[in-house]
């Protein structure tokens, strides 16, 4: 291929700026494209996976047709709805589970309290709190199981 722009080149190269005003029909599956700013501006499909090196932002809604894996934290700043929630290790409300907290490893519920030491407990121990033991066994106040 010739072209004479500001000066003559042979092969498949384009020195200037190239504008394109149609669909381009190219074969990029052997070549390593790189683009600096890119603007889509219909639906386009990716056929392997979408790898983000930096953080990402999306305006609109956002829909996963399967399952999302999310292997660091995740904030929300807005309301979540869920239809269904599984906590699999320790759940908390407040800071810190200051309102309400629940683990797996004592199976313990903690109303008002961070680190229940019985099964439910509601405020820390001492004159205000309801307890209830592995046993069934209740305490209330300062009552001793």
């Not at 809604?61 to 290790?89: E, H, M, Q, Y």
């Not at 008002?112 to 033991?133: A, D, M, W």
């Amino acid at each position: 291929m010739t072209i004479h722009i500001d000066h003559s080149q042979d092969g498949n190269s384009l020195f200037e700026n190239v504008y394109i005003t149609g669909i381009l029909d190219y074969d990029f599956s052997s070549d390593n494209l790189k683009v600096n700013d890119l603007e889509i501006n219909n639906n386009f499909t990716i056929g392997k996976d979408l790898l983000v090196n930096k953080t990402s932002y999306f305006t609109g809604v956002g829909t996963f047709a399967s399952d999302v894996d999310i292997l660091g934290d995740l904030d929300v700043s807005g309301k979540l709805d869920l239809d269904n929630l599984t906590v699999k290790k320790e759940f908390n409300v407040g800071i810190g589970g200051t309102v309400l907290t629940a683990n797996t490893t004592d199976s313990a519920v903690g109303i008002g309290t961070t680190r229940p030491e019985y099964k439910l407990q509601i405020n820390t121990l001492g004159t205000e709190s309801v307890i209830v033991s592995a046993g069934g066994s209740v305490g209330i106040g300062s009552t001793d199981l």
